[in-house]
């Protein structure tokens, strides 16, 4: 069975804190995504990253950055955690092409 | 601005009877269109994808129904039953990258 795993399943964190955010995968998928969730947007990508070292960003970029230094591994960091940045986040892989991708069970962040 | 957009954002449906879930989009270069079922506290999980040279996709009670020049598909399960209840999303992609832009989600209640 795949499996994507993220580090926490709930996170508080003050308005202004850096946050990191784990995803690690197990099926030495290319490619890896973090979405974030909101009711009645669906979810929308923040960043993708298609090999080690290598992103670009998604539709929703602006106060986040991502890390890829293992192919395994994809972490997603809020420079300065916002209230409006309190969300579900759901990190997902999948090989190159269209083809399923993997999700992980997601990361309720608030921020207060 | 939502490319993928889905109807109904909610929907009941007694045990038995067919729900139905539209979505439709703007990118005519998207050629992967996925269905992910959501149950809570879980992420999404690849329940149907179809790509734009079939018009219909069936796998057991759940049918893809596909329509090109429209810009539309829809997402149709037969003999709804209790466990059906979940969150439903329709997404479309393009390319090898995998990217993919969902619809608002659609939550089913199937009634016993």
């Known amino acids: 069975d795949v499996k994507v795993t993220q580090s926490s399943r709930y996170l508080v964190k003050r308005t202004g804190e850096k946050v990191f955010l784990e995803c690690v995968q197990d099926?030495?998928?290319?490619?890896m995504f973090w979405y974030r969730q909101d009711p009645g947007l669906g979810l929308r990508l923040i960043y993708f990253s298609y090999d080690v070292k290598m992103k670009e960003k998604g539709d929703i970029p602006e106060g986040y950055s991502v890390s890829r230094e293992k192919k395994e591994r994809f972490s997603l960091i809020l420079e300065s955690a916002s209230t409006n940045q309190t969300s579900m986040y759901l990190c997902a892989s999948s090989y190159s092409g269209n083809t399923e991708a993997f999700f992980g069970q997601g990361t309720r962040l608030t921020v207060v | 601005q939502q490319q993928v957009k889905q109807s109904p954002q909610s929907l009941i449906v007694q045990k038995g009877g067919i729900s139905i879930i539209n979505c439709a989009y703007e990118n005519t270069a998207f050629d992967y269109f996925p269905w992910y079922q959501q149950f809570p506290g879980k992420g999404p999980a690849l329940l149907i994808a179809i790509r734009p040279d079939v018009s219909e996709k069936k796998e057991g009670r759940f049918t893809i129904s596909f329509n090109k020049s429209a810009k539309q598909f829809s997402l149709h399960i037969m003999d709804s039953q209790p466990g059906d209840s979940a969150t439903y999303f329709c997404a479309a992609s393009k390319g090898a990258g995998n990217m993919l832009t969902f619809g608002g989600g659609t939550r089913l209640m199937v009634k016993p």
């Open positions: 099926m030495d998928h290319e490619n």
